[in-house]
Every structure is written in C-alpha cells, then in structure tokens.
C-alpha cells in the first residue's frame, strides 16, 4: 500500500480509522487477546537442502516515519513479532533508509532478515538484500537504482505498481519481481482511473513503459488485480519475471498477510533472493491459506516432473503439468497460460492432486491460480465486510456498533507479542473475507502461482 502519501483518503488514514475503532471496540466490550500461533515452528537456520521458505518482503519499521506516527513497532518488536508469526524470512523496508540495519536489534536464530528499503517518492520499489541506501537522484534515477541495488547483490521489486497515486511509469528493465499482490484484496477494491493516469502522463511529458496503461484500463477488480494484469502483460511479452507479495505493515496486522513462497537452495539470504532470481515463486493468502503448493512439468515426457516453478520445458510437443495443493475447506484451480483461463476445476478439501496436459505452440507461460470459497452466511460475515468497509470509507456509529457486535462474537483476537498497537488476529473465514475477490463475492484469492515458460 501506499503508506507515505497524505491525502485525507489515502489508505493508510482509513486503515488508521478502522484500528482505533477496533480497539475501542476491544476496550469497551474488556476483550483480551488470547495466544493463537498462526505457523509452524521454524527451525533454527541450519538447512541446508533445498526447501521451500515462506516470508514477507515488504515490512515497516518505526525507522520509517509514517510507521511512527502510526504507532508501528520498532526493530526488536518486529523481530519476535515475525518469529512469532512463524516466518522463515523477512525484508525490512522502511522508506529510503536502510538505518535498521544497524540498529542492534536486527539479528535472530529463527528468521533470515533480509536488509532493505522501500525505495521511491510516488512510485514504489523495494531494494531487497542491499547493504547502503540506494540513492534517488537524476533523470535516469530507476535505471540507476536497479543497477546500484544489482551491485550491492540485492534484488529490485516494483511495488504496488497500479495503486493510485503510486503508478509505476518509468523503465522495467531489469527489474527482479513484481509484487502483484499487496495487502489483502479487499484493502485493494479500488480500481486506479486510466484516464487519470494518461493525464498524469501527458503533465510529465514523458512515454510511460509499454505495459502500465493496458494494465489499467481492466476495471472492476482492484488495484491488485491491475497489477496482475500489469506483470502479466511483460510476461505476455516474453519476460520472465517472478510475482511476489507485501504484507506492507506499518501497524497492528499479522507480518506475511500474503505470505510468499520461495524455493531456496540454503536457508540464507543468498538462497532467497537466488530464488527469486531463479522465478521460484509463489504467494498466499497467509499461513492458513492454501499450502503444500506445488506446479511442475515432466517436459520429457518419463512420468518425472522435473520442471517446476521458473523453469522453462520446449514447445511443439504435449507436456504433462501437475498441481498439488492442500487447502482447508476445498476451491477452485484456474490454469493460466497467457493471460487466458485455459483449465478451470473445483478441488476437494485436503491434499490435491491434478494433472493437465498441453501442447505449447509458441513461447507460453502457465500460471496457477487457487480460489477459495466465501459463505456469506457464515456468522458475522456481513458485520466483518461492514467492519472492512468501514476501514475503507471511514467510520459512522452504525460502524462502530457492528464492530463491537462482532468482536463480541469472537472473530477478533490479538497477537501474545506486546506491540505499538494490538496486533490483530482473524479467523481464517474473515481472511478469505479480507480477500474476497471483487470480481466474484463469492470466493477468494488463495494463491497465485509463478509461471513455467515454454520456449
Ligand atoms: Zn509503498
Ligand atoms: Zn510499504
């Protein structure tokens, strides 16, 4: 989200609003937060084999201003906070500073921190696993910085590209990922105005990059998905880039709210972000969300499934896919290959397993997308979206009223780590509320795999 920016409506004052509410409304019904640990326990960092790694790439600390002034939580409470949340890994971005990573406290046995900043007036970057700050300067600045945040070893992930007031314009060359989903989904229901965009453009004078105004002109669902359709356009043109995903807290959210998946070769900060360069991807919804997700391609045909997320198997010939994936309560597949849903099936609750097979005429990229199911009826669903909407548009009394009725039912909890605010936990149905899809009320984004290429 866009956390830095201050018009009365911007994201982070109604996130504020719907906070203080909660909490009044904590304070007045004397609700106490019990312990929930949301993950597994992580193991110290001894691994050594490849494995999956689950984290958060995009976080704020009170080194970042705004995170101050919003009662976040400093470098220490962070730590324990993403231990706690059962994290393998976590990027601080605070905005152009790297200060935390000197600050005393960033060091823990259970997590690899990775050091970082969100780099970026407006428009939004992180530059993850550098060392010094990555400098904002001259009119080829986003070129410059990519190639500062490459020399420094790190990796550079445009943020948020399509959220108003934060769209991203300038080169991708070279980037390393784009993060298409930011926040939860229902956070993100505002679509960002095309023609507002090109009036913004034809003010600057300058050519905007080729994928930028395709992605905004898709209406209807959100910032998040324009972003979608924004990484799926450089893909569409033959790019190979990863997605990624920011919980992008600044306060009082669990950290890895999406939570993304990393196939890394060693526990470390060169395994994370080699993975990402290598395009082994993918991000849910959070730790209850789908998980166990696996895509991969036996691209020579011998009933191995050798190939999977980032990798890329040849054309002109049938190749055998395979999803496995859990998921508590069951949903849907789509198979995305060039932006186009080719494969859609509905999938039991538990461990899942789907093959498909396709023959690739030309270059191709095939994406899963798992969706999860929302029943209005569950109790309190209609009050918890008002609470959303609260946080979205402000809050009225009738708000507050439903608020409290709800907390009163317990869907609400805190986290056990003491922090600036409460920090607050949902039940997984109100997750999947929180990430309704809004172009179908009906279910939600579980998550949304990398691509395999075909080439
Ligand atoms: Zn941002
Ligand atoms: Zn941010």
């Keep these: ?208 990059n080729p994928y930028i105004l395709p992605a905004l002109a898709h209406t209807g669902g959100g910032s998040n998905y324009q972003a979608l359709k924004f990484w799926e356009e450089m893909l569409n043109a033959g790019r190979k880039i990863p997605l990624v995903g920011g919980g992008d807290r600044h306060m009082a959210t669990v950290p890895g709210q999406p939570s993304t998946y990393v196939f890394a070769q060693s526990r470390s900060r060169k395994g994370i972000l080699d993975a990402v360069r290598a395009g082994r991807t993918y991000v849910t919804r959070g730790p209850d969300g789908p998980t166990s997700l696996s895509w991969k391609a036996d691209a020579d045909n011998d009933g191995i499934y050798e190939s999977q997320i980032g990798d890329t198997v040849g054309v002109g010939q049938p190749i055998p896919f395979r999803l496995q994936v859990t998921t508590r309560s069951g949903g849907t597949l789509e198979i995305v290959k060039n932006g186009q849903v080719v494969h859609k099936q509905t999938l039991p609750a538990g461990p899942a397993t789907v093959s498909w097979v396709d023959t690739p005429g030309s270059a191709s990229w095939y994406r899963v997308d798992i969706y999860e199911p929302i029943s209005w009826s569950w109790p309190n669903a209609q009050a918890f979206s008002q609470l959303v909407k609260a946080g979205n548009n402000g809050a009225t009394v009738s708000l507050l009223l439903n608020m409290i009725a709800f907390a009163t039912q317990n869907g609400l909890s805190f986290a056990p780590i003491i922090t600036g605010l409460p920090t607050m936990i949902f039940e997984d149905k109100y997750n999947r509320i929180l990430n309704v899809s809004p172009r179908d009320p009906s279910r939600c984004r579980g998550a949304i795999s990398s691509p395999i290429y075909a080439r």
Aim: with cysteine; hydrophobic share 35%.
């Design 1 to 208: 989200m866009t956390i830095d920016k201050t018009g009365p409506r911007s994201h982070t004052t109604r996130l504020f609003r719907l906070l203080l509410l909660t909490l009044l409304a904590a304070f007045l019904m004397g609700s106490r937060g019990h312990c929930v640990r949301l993950g597994k326990a992580t193991s110290q960092n001894t691994q050594t084999s490849p494995t999956w790694l689950r984290g958060d790439f995009h976080y704020h600390t009170t080194y970042s201003e705004d995170a101050r002034r919003q009662m976040g939580d400093d470098v220490q409470t962070s730590v324990s906070l993403c231990e706690w949340a059962g994290l393998d890994f976590v990027a601080f971005t605070d905005h152009r500073t790297v200060a935390h990573h000197s600050d005393p406290h960033f060091k823990s046995n259970q997590l690899v921190l990775l050091a970082g900043e969100e780099w970026g007036h407006g428009a939004h970057a992180g530059a993850i696993g550098i060392q010094t700050q990555v400098p904002e300067v001259g009119a080829k600045r986003v070129d410059q910085a990519i190639q500062d945040t490459h020399r420094q070893g790190g990796i550079f992930i445009i943020n948020h590209p399509c959220d108003q007031g934060s769209v991203w314009y300038s080169s991708t060359k070279d980037i390393d990922a784009v993060e298409v989903w930011n926040t939860p989904w229902s956070m993100k229901k505002n679509d960002t105005s095309l023609l507002q965009a090109k009036r913004e453009v034809a003010r600057l004078g300058f050519t905007p």
